[in-house]
């Protein structure tokens, strides 16, 4: 008898315990994603794929905020290397942008340039065009970023040189970094898909774009691209 009702209580506690734990635990119900479809031009049925905030805002501005934001704050290319190799500073205080006074400066700048040959030219990922910015002179002045990877001290280039997108703007610092990748795959997809690099050496061109730099140099006059159009050579 003493036994049994031993087991009553340890069930009336299992119970108990089970009850509390129903109480206490919130249980959340996350129904499938509803699958969104039209027809595109052909007549086909296609699925259309949700974007990130991110990619909807590059989307939304690319065209109308960002690459006119960049071509009217653009300086002249060789006005730039003059005057950053002179004073980094009192060139960023003219005629670019940063966050603080430990982040990198912004450029948004205009090249009229010929493609001397390539920099890491086996490697597709960090592949540069080695620009000489006219007047020719056959020398090296600057590069066209044009690999798929945006290395660190490029990646945040297009962002950071508009000067008008800020972090305290976004939900938090992961929305203000995607913004950086989204650009970055627009110019990928606009720009560099429309050329192999190799064809470009010894053509002429102009290009808009952004450059981010804590020092000047040949190595850190790196133009992320927004617009590039390929005239001659």
């Not at 005629?95 to 982040?103: D, H, K, P, Q, V």
């Not at 700048?109 to 000489?132: G, H, I, M």
């Amino acid at each position: 008898m003493k036994n049994k009702k031993i087991n009553i209580f340890a069930v009336l506690a299992v119970v108990v315990l089970i009850v509390l734990i129903a109480c206490t635990c919130r249980v959340t119900i996350v129904p499938d994603p509803v699958v969104e479809t039209i027809i595109d031009a052909d007549g086909n049925e296609v699925v259309v794929e949700e974007l990130s905030f991110a990619q909807q805002y590059c989307l939304d501005n690319w065209d109308t905020k960002i690459v006119p934001t960049v071509k009217e704050r653009a300086v002249d290319m060789a006005t730039l290397i003059t005057d950053t190799t002179a004073d980094l500073g009192a060139a960023g205080a003219n005629y670019g942008y940063r966050a603080n006074e430990t982040s990198a400066w912004g450029f948004c700048v205009k090249a009229d340039a010929k493609v001397l040959e390539l920099a890491n030219a086996d490697s597709k990922n960090k592949v540069q065009l080695v620009l000489d910015v006219a007047p020719y002179d056959g020398t090296a002045d600057c590069k066209v970023h044009f690999g798929k990877v945006f290395s660190t001290n490029v990646k945040n280039a297009i962002r950071d040189g508009v000067a008008f997108l800020k972090l305290d703007d976004f939900a938090n610092q992961v929305e203000f970094a995607d913004l950086s990748t989204a650009f970055n795959n627009k110019v990928k997809e606009s720009i560099f898909a429309n050329y192999t690099a190799e064809e470009l050496v010894g053509k002429e061109l102009t290009a808009y774009g952004c450059i981010s730099m804590t020092a000047p140099g040949l190595d850190n006059f790196v133009i992320i691209p927004v617009e590039m159009n390929v005239t001659g050579g």
